[in-house]
C-alpha cells in the first residue's frame, strides 16, 4: 500500500512538473500569437491617418489633389524666381543623408527582359531605383528633383528595353473610404538609357482632370506594354483603361474598354489581355480593340468593391489567377482558370481562422488591410504554383494546397522573415527559383523559390526610399528619425558605413527629438 501510495504521489508530482514545463513552453507561442493579433489591428491605418493629418487643408481637415498641384506649381515657380535673381541658383541643393542599410515601401519591380542582374524599382516615396548586380547594390535614377519623391505603384518594360513607371498612390481605408490618404502622382515616367535617367511623358503630366474626361492620370495604378509592340503600352488609371501607341508621346482612353477604375492589366503570351476594373473582369483578345466582361455564367459571380490583382502563367497562358479583397480589406476570393478565362473555379476563400494572407479573424470579425497591400504571381516555370501577399506571404500548389512562406518575427537574421505588408512579386522569367518580394521593408528575394519552404534574404544596400514621419537633429548632426512601418533610426555617421542608420525601436515610428544637453 506504502508502495501505491508513494508511486502514485511520485506521478502526480511528476504530472505537475510536466504541466507546468508546458504551459512555460507554450508561453512563447502565446505572446507571437497575442503579439500577432495586436500588430494586426494596429495595421497602417494609423500611419495613413497620420500622414493625412499632415497633408490635409488646415481648414477642410481634407487632402485637396487640385491644392497639392497648385503647391508644386508655386514651388516651382518661386525656385525659378531665385534663378533668375541669381544665376548660381539652379535647382533646391540638397544633401543624401541615409539610412542605406534600411528598405522602404516599394510597390514596383521590372527584371531586365535582356539582362536578369538588372533590375528596376521605384519607392512609394523616394522615386526611381536601379541595380547592376542583381539587387545586391541600388543605384538612384536621375530625374528632375521635383519628380525624385513622387510615389511609383507600377513599371513594365517595353520590348525594346524602354521602362515605364505610373505614379499615384490610391489609398482609401475601409469600405467607406472614412481616412483618404492619397497621394498624388505626376503621371508617367519613361527611360530609354536602362533606368539611369527618366523623363515626365507630357501628354500624361497630372492636371487633375474633370472626374470622368478619362484622361486624368494623377493615379497610374498599372502600366503594362504590349507584347508585340514597343510602341504600345497601356494605363489603367482610376477613370479607366488608356493606351499609347507611339511610345508614350501621346495617350487616349481605349474606346469601350471599361471606364471604371482600373485595378490591374495583364497580357497572356496569347495574346489574350485581361482587365480588373470596378467589380468586374474582362478579357480582349485583340489588345484593347473588344472586351467581354465576364460573370456568374463564366463562374464569377459578383466581385466586392475592394482591391483587386491579376497573374497570367507566363509557361502556360490558359492559366490565370485573380485575387479579390472585400471593402474592410479581408480576402474575399482567389480564383483560378486553367483555360484561357472561359471558366473558373475558386481556389482560396476567405472568412478563415487558418488562411488570412490580409489580417486576423477574432470570431466572425475581420480586421484585414489588404485595400493596402495585396499582390498574386504565378511561378515563371509552374502554372500550378502561386505565390499570395497581404499582410504575410502564401503559396499555393495544385498538389498540396496552401502554405503560409513567411516567418513574422526575427528580423532578416532569420531565414523565412519577410518585412510584413507584400506589394509586389516577381517571378523571375528565366530562372522559377528567384522570386522578388516588395514590401514595406523595402526588396527581399528568395533563391529557392520552388520549394515548400524557401529561404528569403533583404535586398536594401543602398535603397534609399525609407519613409520617414519625423525626425529631430542633433547639435553634432546627428539624425533621429521615425519612419514607416521601419522603426526609429539613429544616423550618426558611426555605422559600419557613414550612412547607416541604428534601429532605436521598432514598428512605426513618429515625433522624436535628441537632446542638446544629453544627446545620448
Known amino acids: 500500500m ?63 489633389h487640385k491644392l497639392v498641384l497648385k503647391a508644386r506649381q508655386q514651388a516651382d515657380e518661386l525656385l ?3 534663378a533668375c535673381e541669381d544665376e548660381e541658383v539652379t535647382a533646391m541643393d540638397w544633401e543624401e543623408m541615409g539610412p542605406n542599410n534600411v528598405g522602404g515601401r516599394t510597390r514596383a519591380l521590372v527584371i531586365d527582359k535582356d539582362d536578369p542582374n538588372r533590375i528596376y524599382t521605384g519607392g512609394v516615396g523616394g522615386g526611381m531605383w536601379y541595380s547592376t548586380d542583381g539587387g545586391a547594390n541600388w543605384n538612384l535614377s536621375q530625374t528632375e528633383w521635383k519628380y525624385r519623391t513622387v510615389p511609383v505603384v507600377s513599371m513594365t518594360q517595353a520590348t525594346n528595353g524602354d521602362i515605364y513607371a505610373g ?70 488609371t482610376n477613370e479607366g483603361l488608356s493606351r499609347t501607341t507611339d511610345g508614350g508621346v501621346t495617350w487616349a482612353p481605349i474606346p469601350g474598354s471599361p471606364s471604371s477604375q482600373v485595378w490591374d492589366v495583364e497580357l497572356a503570351t496569347s495574346g489574350r489581355m485581361f482587365v480588373l476594373a470596378g467589380s468586374s473582369l474582362y478579357y480582349s483578345d485583340d489588345e484593347g ?8 455564367e463564366n463562374g464569377i459571380p459578383g466581385l466586392p468593391g475592394g ?58 470579425a475581420c480586421d484585414g488591410q489588404c485595400w493596402y497591400d495585396i499582390c498574386i504571381e ?50 523571375d522569367p528565366n530562372d522559377p527559383e528567384r522570386l522578388f518580394v516588395c514590401s514595406d521593408g523595402g526588396i527581399g528575394i ?29 547639435y553634432d548632426g546627428s539624425i533621429l528619425a521615425g519612419a514607416q512601418d521601419n522603426g526609429t533610426s539613429l544616423i550618426n555617421f558611426s555605422g559600419n558605413s557613414f550612412l547607416s542608420g541604428d534601429a532605436v525601436y521598432g514598428g512605426d515610428g513618429g515625433w522624436c527629438e535628441i537632446s542638446d544637453i544629453n544627446p545620448l
Open 446 to 474: 528568395s533563391y529557392n523559390a520552388s520549394l515548400d519552404n524557401p529561404n528569403f534574404i533583404a535586398s536594401n544596400k543602398n535603397y534609399n526610399v525609407t519613409q520617414f514621419y519625423a525626425m529631430g537633429a542633433g
Open 167 to 236: 505614379t499615384g498612390e490610391n489609398i482609401n481605408v475601409g469600405a467607406s473610404g472614412t481616412i483618404d490618404s492619397h497621394a498624388p502622382g505626376v503621371g508617367i515616367l519613361k527611360s530609354t538609357d536602362g533606368g539611369v535617367t527618366y523623363q515626365i511623358l507630357e501628354d500624361t503630366e497630372s492636371f487633375y482632370g474633370s472626374s470622368g474626361s478619362g484622361n486624368d492620370y494623377t493615379f497610374v495604378q498599372d502600366v503594362t506594354a504590349s507584347l508585340t509592340d514597343p510602341n504600345v503600352v497601356y494605363a489603367g
Open 289 to 296: 480593340g473588344s472586351f467581354t466582361q465576364l460573370g456568374a
Open 2 to 64: 506504502k508502495k501505491t501510495i508513494l508511486s502514485l504521489s511520485a506521478f502526480c508530482l511528476f504530472l505537475v512538473a510536466f504541466l507546468f514545463l508546458n504551459q512555460k513552453a507554450d508561453a512563447p507561442k502565446a505572446a507571437t500569437q497575442k503579439a500577432l493579433k495586436m500588430d494586426a489591428k494596429r495595421g497602417i491605418a494609423g500611419g495613413i491617418q497620420h500622414v493625412k493629418e499632415m497633408r490635409a487643408h488646415q481648414l477642410t481637415g481634407e487632402v485637396d
Open 378 to 427: 504565378v511561378n515563371s516555370g509552374d502554372p500550378n504554383h502561386i505565390y499570395m501577399g497581404g499582410i504575410n506571404l502564401w503559396a499555393w500548389k495544385a498538389d498540396g494546397g496552401w502554405n503560409q512562406l513567411d516567418a513574422y518575427f526575427g528580423g532578416e537574421a532569420e531565414q523565412y522573415y519577410i518585412h510584413p505588408d507584400k506589394h509586389e512579386l516577381v517571378s
Open 80 to 82: 525659378l524666381a531665385k
Open 307 to 364: 482591391r483587386k490583382r491579376l497573374a497570367v502563367s507566363p509557361s502556360d497562358p490558359n492559366y490565370v489567377y485573380f485575387v479579390t479583397s472585400k471593402g474592410n480589406g479581408c480576402l474575399d476570393r482567389v480564383m483560378r482558370s486553367t483555360d484561357a478565362g472561359e471558366t473558373w473555379t475558386e481556389i482560396g476563400a476567405g472568412g478563415s481562422t487558418l488562411f488570412e494572407p490580409c489580417g486576423s479573424y477574432e470570431g466572425t
